[in-house]
Nanobody
Framework: QVQVVESGGGLVQAGGSLRLSCAAS????????MGWFRQVPGKEREFVAA????????YYADSVKGRFTISRDNAKNMVYLQMNSLKPEDTAVYYC???????????????????WGQGTQVTVSS
């Protein structure tokens, strides 16, 4: 079992950057694919990025491709989301999620993830 806790959210001006962190507990963290999702009140949860447990494969939503970078450090049980060139439409609560997965597996489907954090608010002002 894995527990995940997000941090790093905040208020930033458009064009700025933030780095979100996701701390995961559990000795088998390196067996989990990890994903970032976001949600705006009244809207469905949206996929942002995912990374395989090996770190070899990554996958991004079109809306963030080229601006966001997902990475992980299995030795530290950490996953990161570097967000650059932020836009007001990136404003949302960002969630980290974990999914027990094969070596190179990544997925954008939230229903495939087993464990979720409480979320961290990101607000981008115009």
């Amino acid at each position: 079992q894995v527990q995940v806790v997000e941090s790093g959210g905040g208020l930033v001006q458009a064009g700025g950057s933030l780095r979100l962190s996701c701390a995961a507990s559990g000795r088998t963290f390196s067996s989990y694919a990890m994903g970032w999702f976001r949600q705006v009140p009244g809207k469905e949860r949206e996929f942002v990025a995912a990374i395989s447990w090996s770190g070899f494969n990554t996958y991004y939503a079109d809306s963030v491709k080229g601006r966001f970078t997902i990475s992980r450090d299995n030795a530290k049980n950490m996953v990161y989301l570097q967000m650059n060139s932020l836009k007001p439409e990136d404003t949302a609560v960002y969630y980290c999620a974990a999914k027990l997965a094969a070596w190179g597996s990544v997925t954008k489907f939230d229903y495939e993830y087993n464990y979720w954090g409480q979320g961290t608010q990101v607000t981008v002002s115009s």
